[in-house]
């Protein structure tokens, strides 16, 4: 029994930095019916400018570490942000009006010259977080060792998807993002400025992914330049899984990913972790093609 | 228009004729090694020393009275550019080649060498297969797996520890290591209580980790890469689980300790040819010291010293038979050869491989250095 507990924390943990790149894929995709696949590239970019910050600037030395982290993580999420919004600007918008597989093509050929770029800048060897900004401290939670950090990850991602839903849910803002997600015409008619709630969505989207790749990089320590193809492979099965285009489906997707593919390498054998999740997305599009929570169509964004 | 032809001719005939008396005013050795891609940093290590080796001997008058170039082409660590690398190397007259790191590279350019009768030394392969196709050109300087088996087996049991765990990363090289030891130490009447594989390239181990301990393993060999050791360690010390690990050699590389952090990585244990740090022999401490001397710092990789072994052994040969006919120099490695190298002893047995015991023990310190064991 304690050893399930402690799966389910462990891919609760993962599952949270899932669902954080997953909500750019799907509030991406709720807006533009596009798989932005250069999602996964801008979690690196995310990664390495933390890195790049964090030990040229030193925003821990003099104040609380915790404060310091929380002050990096917007600083990168604010730059990953513009990336996103120039992504969209350079790669996106020149084909909306085209048929659907000039944007995948054009996102595809984003995702290569974002790790490229990576590479060129950064490096081709493994880059390493120093390990000494955050205490490493093990909490002993009715028996389970549960790292510190692992718990702060988790928190700092639900914080932030509520801080999304709420956002979203409840500003007038967030009624005109999910306007445009129902109809670009119809919102552009009842004075909704289309183009700027689609640059809005590149800077929401990215920039919480630059956050994950901030608290991968943090909790894990290594980075490297190919890491964004496998994390935004599998956020894009977590979107696909609670529904793609649907903010709480990606929430609970991630989660549930994390936890599926923890349970399966425990119970089953750690060598099919991979496959585990590729035979869940596979089963989610044969029996729910929508995704868990895919049916709420007027909720999309 | 017909004296342009004629021209063209005749500047054509004098490049040719000038071209190849050129080819053979200079000993030209190629250098195949990954200069792009994953590994990258081991391909710069390898063209830095082979060409520091080289410039040596060319001060001191160069081989036979004759310079010796270096061809260096980059085989990006693939299979498939390595052919096309192997493929230009042979045709630009090389006396032999040196290269390169990894087994399936390397088995991808054997049989285009072979072909075009080039001597090949591999540096960075270790797969046992290699050597046993009776490919007479074929050399090696880099230790092989089922040696790397059975060091892991005797470490294991010299150290005491009975139920063991093994893991690897399934790839051919980690996956054969794994299965290797677990052979002998079953034969050992050791128990096995783990054998499985985890996903190189993923960050988070706990999963693995947490099955691993309730395995209750004495001890956990580790047979895949740096990276994922380095995360293994890390991972497994916040879990505050103080079960010692054992490496393979490919976790020799100093990024292990940066990635698992000091406090993490201090125990670690690994098995690895000796770099020339640890050698006292001349050959290694004249090499450090020029290599210092240039670079301002030691090699970091114990693979980019074996292709300096490699340009060693050639150069010894060569001076041996006076000659650069293939089969008198490969005569004279499988039979005679017996020099001191920068990372201890070499000499060839008739498959082209190493004879004698190559593996030490290594032991990570505080202080995040790699010290050998005795």
């Known amino acids: 029994m304690e050893f399930f507990f402690e799966q389910l924390i462990n891919g609760l943990a993962v599952g949270g930095i899932y669902a954080l790149i997953a909500l750019g894929y799907t509030m991406v995709y709720g807006v533009m019916r596009l798989i932005n696949f250069a999602h996964g590239d801008l979690f690196t970019i995310g990664s390495y400018l933390g890195l790049t910050i964090l030990t040229a600037y030193t925003v821990t030395a003099f104040l609380n570490p915790f404060f310091g982290i929380l002050i990096l993580i917007m600083m990168v999420m604010a730059l990953v942000g513009i990336v996103g919004v120039i992504l969209e600007r350079v790669a996106y918008r020149p084909v909306r009006q085209a048929d659907r597989l000039s944007a995948v093509v054009s996102a595809l050929g984003a995702s290569i010259f974002f790790s490229n770029m990576v590479m060129l800048i950064w490096g081709p060897r493994f880059r390493v977080y120093p390990d000494d900004i955050l205490p490493r401290i093990t909490l002993n939670i009715l028996g389970l060792d549960v790292p510190l950090l692992r718990i702060l990850v988790l928190v700092t991602s639900i914080v932030l998807m509520g801080i999304l839903y709420f956002f979203v849910q409840k500003t007038r803002t967030g009624t005109a993002i999910r306007a445009v997600a129902i109809d670009h015409g119809a919102a552009r008619l009842m004075g909704i400025n289309v183009n700027r709630i689609i640059s809005l969505v590149f800077l929401i989207g990215p920039a919480l992914g630059g956050a994950a790749g901030v608290m991968v990089g943090l909790y894990y320590g290594q980075v490297n330049f190919t890491m964004g193809w496998s994390y935004g492979l599998k956020a894009f099965i977590a979107a696909v899984l609670g529904g793609i285009g649907n903010i709480p489906g990606a929430m609970l997707g991630g989660l549930l990913l994390g936890v599926i593919e923890a349970m399966g390498a425990a119970f089953i054998s750690t060598a099919w972790k991979d496959g585990i999740a590729f035979m869940v997305l596979i089963l989610i599009l044969i029996f729910r093609p929508t995704g868990i929570l895919g049916e709420r169509v007027a909720d999309k964004v | ?374």
């Not at chain 2, 947490?210 to 004495?218: K, Q």
């Not at chain 2, 054992?246 to 000091?262: E, K, Q, S």
């Not at chain 2, 030691?298 to 650069?324: C, H, Q, R, Y």
């Open chain 2, 1 to 374: 228009m017909k004296t342009r032809i004629k021209l063209l001719v005749l500047s054509l005939a004098m490049a040719l004729f000038f071209g190849a008396g050129n080819a053979w005013a200079e000993i030209r050795i190629g250098l195949m090694c990954p200069l792009t891609g994953s590994w990258a940093s081991e391909g710069q290590d390898m063209r830095d020393i082979v060409q520091l080796l080289a410039e040596e001997v060319n001060a001191a008058g160069g081989i036979n009275g004759q310079q010796v170039r270096i061809l260096v082409e980059d085989d990006g660590g693939d299979p498939r550019t390595a052919v096309s690398a192997a493929n230009r190397l042979a045709t630009r007259n090389v006396a032999a080649v040196i290269g390169t790191y990894g087994s399936s590279i390397t088995e991808a350019t054997q049989n285009i060498y072979d072909d075009y009768g080039i001597i090949q030394i591999a540096n960075g392969a270790t797969s046992i297969r290699l050597t046993q196709k009776g490919l007479k050109y074929f050399f090696r300087t880099s230790p092989r797996d089922d040696e790397q088996g059975r060091v892991a087996a005797e470490t294991i049991a010299a150290m005491g520890y009975n139920k063991v765990a093994i893991l690897h990363d399934s790839t051919s090289y980690a996956r054969g290591l794994a299965d290797e030891t677990r052979g002998l130490l079953e034969q050992d009447n050791k128990e096995i209580v783990f054998f499985d594989a985890l996903t190189p390239g993923e960050r988070d181990y706990s999963t693995i980790l947490s099955r691993l301990r309730n395995a209750g393993p004495e001890v956990v060999f580790f047979t895949g890469y740096f990276p994922e050791a380095g995360l293994l360690l890390r991972q497994k010390n916040e879990m505050n689980w103080d079960v010692p690990f054992i490496g393979g050699d490919a976790t020799n590389n100093p990024d292990l300790v940066a990635i698992a952090g000091r406090a993490a990585a201090e125990g670690f244990y690994f098995l690895s040819p000796p770099v020339p740090q640890d050698l006292a022999t001349p050959q290694a401490q004249n090499f450090l010291a020029a290599y210092n001397s240039k670079h301002g710092s030691n090699p970091g990789s114990i693979w980019a010293v074996l292709a300096g072994d490699g340009f060693l052994v050639l150069a010894e040969a060569m001076k041996a038979t006076g000659s650069l006919d293939k089969d008198e120099l490969a005569a004279y490695m499988h039979n005679e050869l017996n020099i001191e190298g920068l990372t201890g002893n070499i000499a060839f047995d008739q498959h082209g491989d190493r004879v004698g015991e190559l593996y030490r023990l290594y032991r990570v310190d505080g202080e995040g250095n790699f010290v050998m064991q005795d």
